[in-house]
């Protein structure tokens, strides 16, 4: 594929890596900085001291809001001045900041550089922090269709971190102060933790250059790598079922199942990855027959959905969606897949999504936010995004029938719901 001979990657003398792809027929170009630091990094060992420490749930997102404060003011407004749109976000497993511009561009990736180098935290900010971030929690407990999401890990999960709002609580965050923010930023934030991509109308000889002089002047040589504390998480789910009222017209129900084959990332994982959406397509999707019998019985409509989150220490499926009887939904998606584990699939079906999967992948790749954005969630699992088409023309029928039964285990299955208050 021509976009993997065009990808510039270099990794700096601070252990930065900087990957620069030349996109020359667009105007519009995006660079995106990423640490492999999230939600559930709760719990770790301080590289430059060996001092274990457990923070406050919660302070990844705190964090991320509080890297735009610069000495000058706010970095969003230094973007705004030179016509660039940025944004950050924190997931459970990293935190990522970036622009898009169609002027300006170096202008703009200094401002990134500089303000994601930067910490800059005062008591009177931390405080003020702690005000806005309550209400975007309070706002979180009012969605429901995050509440049905957040319970169902909630339920899946015993210890593991991911059952943790990424935001933390109302009560985590108020023990978040300047001190371990520091100590949060010095461990994960060090560029050897971090990934630069850049993508564009640009010359990659000249944004390697323009990095590596800049990166150079911090004077940071290599950190080692962090240790990440996370608690034993049994096998089982923590509880087969969670009901909450809320305020709703039609209630929500999500299914899980907990995924346990875990320790590994890399290829071996993308593959895993790929065989159970493939799966969860081939028994859920709309040309599917259950997506279609549920349809016309007025069980699901449109929103109804499924999605695999793959990772080395976790990894879970969800199914489900909007639906005027949660509990039979839940009992015909289990009869579903009770049936395709029994009869197996079918060849041709398996080779129509393949195909298909290798459509959507290659029609995706006109977009430069998800090629960026892709790369970078890819590669802090140890991915390459562009070996995903490779992983899907080598893809045996053998392998996904393999993964059907041990995935799909009734004894690693929860059901979140959400109901209209009585």
Known sequence: MKLIDDIKEKVLANGLKVFVLPMKKYNKAIAVYSTKYGSIDSEFVLPYTGEKLKVPEGIAHFLEHKMFDMEYGNAFDKFAEYGAESNAFTSYNNTTYYFSTTSNFFESLKVLLDFVETPYFTEESVEKEKGIITQELRMYEDDPEWQVYLNLLK?????????IDIGGTVESIQKINTELLYKCYETFYHPSNMVLFIIGPIEPKEVLEFVGQHEEQRKLGAQSEIKRIYPEEPETVFQKEVKIYHSVTQPLMLLGFKDVDLGYDGEKLLKKDVIISILLDIM???SSETFEKLY?????????GFSFEAYKDYGFCSIGGNTKDPERLAQEIIKSIRKIKAEGLKKE??????????????????????????????????????????????????DVMNYLEGFFNEDRMSISMVLPRK
């Open 296 to 304: 016309e019985e007025g069980l699901i409509d449109d929103r109804f």
């Open 155 to 163: 339920s899946l999960y015993h210890n593991f971190p991911v059952r």
């Open 349 to 398: 079906d398996f080779e129509i999504m393949k195909r298909k999967f290798i459509g959507d992948f290659i029609q995706s790749l006109n977009s430069l936010d998800f090629i960026a954005h892709s790369f970078v969630s890819y590669y802090h699992r140890g991915i390459n995004m562009f070996d995903f088409s490779r992983v899907l023309y080598e893809l045996e029928f053998d």
């Open 284 to 286: 859920f999707g709309k």
